[in-house]
């Protein structure tokens, strides 16, 4: 299977920690996005990636988040200084660019728990 | 991008099919409806897009109204790995001219009964 994979699949971490989360998308896609959900609502848009570059930042992703996608293929998304309130959910999705014609495929998701 | 109202929950008998409405009167004429699931702890999976006509997959079939001010997804024989939260978005604009993401809803939970 060649969909989107993420790691790790589940992260405990304490307050205060840095936590860093990878995503591997689709291979010929050059699109990346990341979500974040929390428990009973939908994923909500942090941020995108057109190959290389970030192109797009929900107000969501404060100072202490940052993505990358070095080289356009995998992504990271680092949380540093952890707060209870980042125990969400964090998927990745992947598409083909441009247009609204594409579906994006998503990772099965990172559960971070921060204690 | 355009809102959508959905149902908060709706429940079906597994074998039969299941009908989830979905309004969205203020959609303009390049928004496209797509529709994705979410079973419990798991991603969400793609399930089917339209823009004016009717379309069938594998999975499901979407029907938008000729206003398209609504659509429902039909799934034909929903078994019990359909129960699943679904979302209708409504996704477009210019082509190229907004960063694509999905706006995510809460959703209609299925659930699909023995």
């Known amino acids: 299977d060649t969909g989107v994979s993420q790691d790790p699949r589940h992260k405990i971490t304490k307050r205060g920690q840095n936590v860093t989360f990878r995503c591997d998308p689709i291979?010929?896609?050059?699109?990346l996005y990341w979500y974040r959900q929390t428990l009973g609502q939908g994923p909500e848009f942090l941020t995108y990636f057109q190959n290389e570059a970030q192109l797009e930042k929900s107000r969501l992703l404060s100072d202490r988040f940052s993505a990358e996608r070095p080289k356009g293929s995998f992504s990271t998304l680092e949380i540093q200084r952890t707060e209870q309130g980042d125990s969400a959910m964090y998927l990745c999705a992947s598409s083909l660019s441009g247009g609204f014609n594409n579906e994006q495929f998503f990772g099965p998701g990172t559960r971070l728990t921060v204690l | 991008d355009a809102k959508t109202t959905q149902p908060p929950s709706m429940d079906c008998a597994e074998g039969r099919a299941a009908n989830l409405p979905c309004n969205h009167s203020?959609?303009?004429?390049?928004?496209?409806v797509y529709w994705y699931r979410q079973i419990h702890s798991q991603g969400p999976q793609y399930i089917i897009h339209g823009l004016k006509n009717n379309e069938t997959n594998e999975m499901a079939s979407l029907i938008i109204t000729e206003d398209r001010k609504s659509s429902t997804l039909i799934l034909p024989h929903a078994t019990l790995r359909d129960t699943a939260v679904y979302y209708c978005?409504?996704?477009?604009?210019?082509?190229?001219?907004?960063?694509?993401?999905?706006?995510f809803g809460k959703g209609t939970k299925l659930s699909v009964k023995p």
């Open positions: 978005i409504v996704r477009g604009g210019l082509y190229g001219g907004s960063q694509g993401n999905l706006i």
């Open positions: 291979s010929e896609h050059n699109r």
């Open positions: 203020t959609i303009s004429g390049n928004e496209y």
